[in-house]
């Protein structure tokens, strides 16, 4: 069972510059959107180092967010459209990062307290 809640985290995993979207995903959000793939990859995608990885958006939290994040309610307005590292993602049953948060809340006394933001 996951020993991570991600209701609780503002989606740190969301912040990372390089989500990766494949053939497949592309597909899916061409889909999800109804329009061209072609379209889809030129809107929601960019290519660094030669690889296709999902746009981004300002972000008061981490400075800059995957562009489908819900800034506010920190959730993903895609779900089920999401790439497949997304749905993946920890991969474990733990999160490195939701460790990290719970135990700085601890530290802090603070049920909200966010490490690692850019402010
Ligand atoms: S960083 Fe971890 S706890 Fe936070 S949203 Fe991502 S998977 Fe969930
Ligand atoms: S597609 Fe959704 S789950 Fe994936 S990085 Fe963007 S907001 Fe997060």
Redesign the pocket.
């Known amino acids: 069972m996951a020993s991570y809640d991600c209701s609780k985290c503002p989606?740190y995993?969301?912040?990372?510059d390089r989500?990766i979207v494949n053939k497949r995903d592309l597909n899916r959000l061409a889909k999800h959107f109804d329009v061209d793939v072609e379209v889809a990859r030129k809107r929601f995608t960019k290519t660094v180092d030669g690889e296709q990885v999902?746009r981004h958006q300002k972000d008061n939290v981490y400075r800059s967010?995957?562009?489908?994040?819900?800034t506010k309610a920190r959730?993903?307005?895609?779900?089920n459209?999401?790439?497949g590292?997304?749905?993946e993602?920890p991969d474990f049953s733990r999160c490195g990062y939701y460790d990290f948060l719970k135990w700085e809340r601890t530290q802090q006394d603070d049920e909200t307290f966010v490490p690692l933001t850019w402010k």
Do not use: E, K, N, Q
């Not at 995993?13 to 990372?16: A, E, G, I, P």
């Not at 959730?75 to 779900?79: E, K, P």
């Open positions: 989606a995993c969301c912040s990372y989500i999902l967010v995957c562009m489908f994040l819900d959730r993903c307005t895609i779900y459209a999401r790439p590292v997304c749905h993602y």
